[in-house]
């Protein structure tokens, strides 16, 4: 009960920093500037090294934990490592590691570092011969972080790491898919939309904010590459799944553990109980949340049966996960940074969420400035109701509509729009870009 207390008191913690930031008000430059000055004076962790971490871990024979973290973002799920560190058990575990504080994707190896870029903490759990572990970090809101992560899950997937790392090199073979197939760009400065403006190195000589490839850039860049070749497939479009598009709630608090699942779904249809622990999917050992959706991630759209080991009241047991063909449509994409992108290419810089009304989609917000403005240049108002979109009547999901104009019209059609407002019928369009 008491350890129980210090957490959560620990998440308050976490909670009551992230609030006072924005009250501060202190500039992006400044919070760069100070962690990196903070964190190199404490001596604990390696800060944006990756070559030096490797090299401790090589010499001492310990694991890495490599923790990517966007300092300038406020919206970000907020493990800090103040709070972190004060945290007991935490700081014991993280002894046993090589740590690092990654704050910045600029030059970071593509071919190692897979993982949802969409997130704003990511954290990664390595041996020094580059093998991975596993992943940690979630996130399905754009604010609200607690159901996916906690200092108690990440203390679980510390311990599961060093479980790993133990075994080591006997259970090389099962940890080979935690990899991904080599990218076609090896580093993020190389994708086209990033290649003229950024370099391998943050510039702390001049302004560093604008030099440093946030982690969400890489996602915008996959994006809009895709888009420009016509091959913004349901795979890119709908990125690192998470377990409740097949009704699966897991508790933030352990490792993969069933909280419940949704009547009728996917994952009740497998035989998921509350309480069991999945141990492995599709083969692969978990730890998290992340190391779940890292295997889903890979998982075509097409559909697929997953085996999934689990352990029921102390007994293992081997479960099926059946997937149909378009279940990644399911997932809820209205939280992703990268998204916006999507809907200035789609919507002509339109926001649109569930209208509680019922009928259509409410415009939350309108892009006022270009390129994201056609849709206020077509005379769409914030608080319209959005109720006819091309061929779509009445349409319920904004992600829909996303995925209508990028996957089935093109560049230059035209794109007709109904409207409601006080009452009245309005009719408009706007051309796809």
């Given at each position: ?43 604990y ?31 970000c ?8 560190e ?6 014991a ?18 071919s ?9 903490f ?39 790491a ?32 990033l ?41 890119v ?18 490792r ?10 996917d994952a ?41 080991g ?25 939280w992703?940074?990268?998204t916006?992108?999507l809907?200035r290419?789609a919507?002509?810089?339109m926001k649109?969420d ?6 259509g989609?409410?415009?939350a ?30 349409p ?20 007709p ?11 408009t369009?706007?051309v796809?870009?």
């Amino acid at each position: 009960m008491k350890k129980q207390a210090i957490l959560t008191l620990a998440l308050l913690g976490m909670l009551v920093a992230g609030a006072a930031l924005p009250q501060q008000k202190v500039d992006r430059e400044t919070k760069v500037r100070d962690d990196k000055k903070k964190l190199e004076a404490s001596g604990y962790w390696h800060y944006n090294d990756l070559p030096a971490a490797f090299a401790e871990a090589r010499a001492t024979g310990k694991p890495i934990v490599v923790v990517l973290r966007c300092i300038p973002c406020e919206e970000c799920v907020k493990l800090d490592d103040d709070v972190i560190e004060a945290n007991a058990q935490m700081k014991a575990l993280l002894d046993k590691f090589v740590r690092v504080r990654q704050i910045s994707t600029n030059g970071l190896d593509l071919s190692l570092f897979q993982y949802d870029t969409d997130q704003s903490f990511a954290v990664f759990l390595l041996n020094a011969d580059g093998t991975i572990y596993g992943r940690y970090g979630t996130r399905s809101h754009r604010t609200e972080w607690q159901g996916d992560v906690s200092v108690e899950g990440m203390a679980k997937a510390l311990e599961g790491a060093l479980a790993l790392h133990k075994d080591y090199p006997k259970n090389k073979a099962k940890l080979a898919a935690k990899r991904g197939p080599a990218p076609e760009f090896a580093k993020p400065e190389l994708f086209p939309s990033l290649r003229a403006k950024y370099t391998p190195f943050l510039n702390y000589e001049g302004k560093v904010v604008p030099s440093c490839i946030h982690c969400h850039q890489i996602s915008d860049a996959q994006k809009e590459l895709a888009i420009q070749r016509h091959q913004l497939t349901d795979s890119v479009l709908y990125p690192y799944p998470h377990p409740k598009s097949f009704g699966l709630i897991l508790d933030p608090k352990e490792r993969p553990t069933v909280l419940k699942t949704a009547p009728g779904s996917d994952a009740q249809k497998a035989g998921l109980l509350p309480g069991d622990v999945i141990a492995t999917l599709d083969g692969q050992p978990l730890l998290s949340l992340a190391d779940m959706q890292w295997v889903l991630n890979t998982t075509p759209a097409s559909g697929a049966s997953l085996t999934l080991g689990i352990v029921r009241a102390g007994k293992p047991k081997t479960l099926t996960l059946t997937l149909p063909d378009g279940w990644r449509k399911r997932d809820d994409i209205s939280w992703r940074v990268s998204t916006w992108g999507l809907r200035r290419a789609a919507l002509g810089g339109m926001k649109l969420d569930p209208n509680p009304g019922g009928q259509g989609l409410l415009v939350a917000n309108v892009g006022q400035y270009a390129p994201h403005d056609l849709a206020k240049k077509a005379g769409v108002l914030k608080g319209d109701i959005l109720v006819g979109f091309d061929t779509f009547t009445n349409p319920t999901r904004e992600v829909e509509l996303i995925a209508h104009a990028l996957q089935v019209k093109r560049p230059g059609d035209t794109v007709p729009l109904t409207l409601l407002r006080n009452g009245q019928t309005v009719k408009t369009s706007f051309v796809l870009p």
